[in-house]
T-cell receptor, first 116, second 111 residues
Framework: GAVVSQHPSWVICKSGTSVKIECRSLDFQATTMFWYRQFPKQSLMLMATSNEGSKATYEQGVEKDKFLINHASLTLSTLTVTSAHPEDSSFYIC????????????FGDGTRLSIL | KNQVEQSPQSLIILEGKNCTLQCNYTVSPFSNLRWYKQDTGRGPVSLTIMTFSENTKSNGRYTATLDADTKQSSLHITASQLSDSASYICVVSSATSKLTFGTGTRLQVTL
């Protein structure tokens, strides 16, 4: 159990377009979902935490108007990179957690975003 | 500032050999420590989780140790296989459930 699915797994688009990434918990209800960004040979960096039905909490330095997060249901959160530019190219990973801070985070397989 | 440091940064070993990866942390207050395996282009997969009172935890050929006094952990891989080639990430959770990620050790197992 505890499967998290991300879609798409890989996307290439032109500079200036917006890209939406979906994160779904397939076999459990995720009260909280997390979005991370990972640059090559670096570790995961938390971008934002989203709780179902409320606004996401962004980490310092992450532009909330640039990275729009929606967590409308207990099984789906979306990250939209608006007006993407080449510097936004990265590996984006989501994780999902059941209710309770002691619950572990289960990670998706990531989305590789390449902006030309 | 909470930090997790891992060593070595990268490691190459022959198939069948054993290896040990290190993790030092300064996360406080401490809740638990997990080791993750991350294959290239994939998300991290949990290997072990250890709380304050646990000294060792095994998962197949993976054995993790934790010394809460010195704030050190290790991940020992026995009889390595080619499929063990991946990044291994040490992740420490604080009591507020904030995760601090290490930068990982890139392991390559060769013939």
């Amino acid at each position: 159990g505890a499967v998290v699915s991300q879609h798409p797994s890989w996307v290439i688009c032109k500079s200036g377009t917006s890209v939406k990434i979906e994160c779904r918990s397939l076999d459990f209800q995720a009260t909280t979902m997390f979005w991370y960004r990972q640059f090559p040979k670096q570790s995961l960096m938390l971008m934002a935490t989203s709780n179902e039905g409320s606004k996401a909490t962004y980490e310092q330095g992450v532009e909330k108007d640039k990275f729009l997060i929606n967590h409308a249901s207990l099984t789906l959160s979306t990250l939209t990179v608006t007006s993407a530019h080449p510097e936004d190219s990265s590996f984006y990973i989501c994780s999902a957690r059941r209710t309770g801070r002691e619950q572990p985070q289960h990670f998706g397989d990531g989305t590789r975003l390449s902006i030309l | 500032k909470n930090q997790v440091e891992q060593s070595p940064q990268s490691l190459i070993i022959l198939e069948g050999k054993n290896c040990t990866l290190q993790c030092n942390y300064t996360v406080s207050p401490f809740s638990n420590l997990r080791w993750y395996k991350q294959d290239t282009g994939r998300g991290p997969v949990s290997l072990t989780i250890m709380t304050f009172s646990e000294n060792t935890k095994s998962n197949g050929r993976y054995t993790a140790t934790l010394d809460a006094d010195t704030k050190q952990s290790s991940l020992h891989i026995t009889a390595s296989q080619l499929s063990d080639s991946a990044s291994y990430i040490c992740v420490v959770s604080s009591a507020t459930s904030k995760l601090t990620f290490g930068t990982g050790t890139r392991l390559q197992v060769t013939l």
